[in-house]
């Protein structure tokens, strides 16, 4: 195993997270990745399943899509935050409109990545979002 995937495991294994995406082969496919560096996972298929699973287990991350049913991602991430303010939220998204990138850091979403996610976009975000947790 190479060094850098070392250190990202030894980083990440300690943190909670819960991603939150209503595609099951998106979500399969993440869970795959998460399930390498995470210990602890949660998984949502929408953002009102995603808000009750936050407010039972308080994952430190949090990665969620935008579109979804019940409830969207950048509501859920607003109604997480209003919980904690401190919550570092990653919103994935196939949209790359401004609108969207605009209100997700208005109410303070941490990163922000693109659909399809690139494993090294992630990886490099999840190194960010666990040394913001550090501080």
Known sequence: MNEEY??????????SIM???DDTSVRESLMRFLKRRFET????KDGQEGLEMYKANRPDIVITD??????DGIEMAKKI???NPDAVIVITTAFNEKPYIDKAS???IFEYLKKPVVKEDLTLTLRKCAERLKK
């Open 81 to 83: 935050l209003e919980i």
């Open 6 to 15: 070392i250190k990202d495991v030894e980083l990440l294994k300690n943190l």
């Open 106 to 108: 208005e109410i303070g």
């Open 19 to 21: 991603h939150v995406e």
């Open 66 to 71: 935008i579109q979804m049913p019940v409830m």
């Open 41 to 44: 996972i949660f998984t949502a």
